[in-house]
T-cell receptor, first 114, second 110 residues
Framework: SAVISQKPSRDICQRGTSLTIQCQVD?????MFWYRQQPGQSLTLIAT?????????ESGFVIDKFPISRPNLTFSTLTVSNMSPEDSSIYLC???????????FGPGTRLTVT | DQQVKQNSPSLSVQEGRISILNCDYT??????FLWYKKYPAEGPTFLIS?????DKNEDGRFTVFLNKSAKHLSLHIVPSQPGDSAVYFC?????????FGTGTRLQVFP
């Protein structure tokens, strides 16, 4: 398994600003992902963070709004840009090792936009 | 289009009894299924999984059953313990991506 940490754990931001969330894994992993969990809802995949190349975004999510970086095999960032109250959510990163389907999750970042 | 559904948002079970959490899916291409447990203010924790070539997988108190013809899986926890109180998500995959259900909140009372 992998131990995943996220920073910040929570933040309150004003609309129109941007927030960058960091995700650190304690070992090298093949895949890293970013999810959003809106209140009372399921986890929705935002994108797959690809090491050394552009992230792969799911339908409904775009790079201009959620730019992602993954400079190496243990670290990734997600930026929530030009925030609005609708972006208030929990943002989670996850990692998968090898060919396993199992993903290990960070503790999440609780974002509130006012 | 909700490909993975958990129709029971909550379940309450007495300590020591069996908890059964259900999950339905629509995509016949899914070939791997997982259950995650989530406590408040924490990320989901992997619990147990099953490949589509099996119909049962057991790990201690946790057993997952898969009925491919019905596109249904269930998680059995026996005996249930107060520490099992959490939100349980089922997830399915046909590639390296996971599709999650909406979760079932399990409460185990003494």
């Amino acid at each position: 398994s992998a131990v995943i940490s996220q920073k910040p754990s929570r933040d309150i931001c004003q609309r129109g600003t941007s927030l960058t969330i960091q995700c650190q894994v304690d070992s090298q992993v093949t895949m890293m992902f970013w999810y959003r969990q809106q209140p009372g809802q399921s986890l929705t995949l935002i994108a797959t963070a690809n090491q050394g190349s552009e992230a792969t975004y799911e339908s409904g999510f775009v790079i201009d709004k959620f730019p992602i970086s993954r400079p190496n095999l243990t670290f990734s960032t997600l930026t929530v840009s030009n925030m609005s109250p609708e972006d208030s959510s929990i943002y989670l990163c996850s990692a998968a090792m090898g060919v396993s389907y199992e993903q290990y999750f960070g503790p999440g970042t609780r974002l509130t936009v006012t | 289009d909700q490909q993975v559904k958990q129709n029971s948002p909550s379940l309450s079970v007495q300590e020591g009894r069996i908890s059964i959490l259900n999950c339905d899916y629509t995509n016949s291409m899914f070939d791997y299924f997982l259950w995650y447990k989530k406590y408040p203010a924490e990320g989901p924790t992997f619990l147990i999984s099953i490949s589509s070539i099996k119909d049962k997988n057991e790990d201690g108190r946790f057993t997952v059953f898969l009925n491919k013809s019905a596109k249904h899986l269930s998680l059995h926890i026996v005996p249930s313990q107060p520490g099992d109180s959490a939100v349980y998500f089922c997830a399915a995959s046909a590639t390296d991506k996971l599709i999650f259900g909406t979760g079932t909140r399990l409460q185990v009372f003494p």
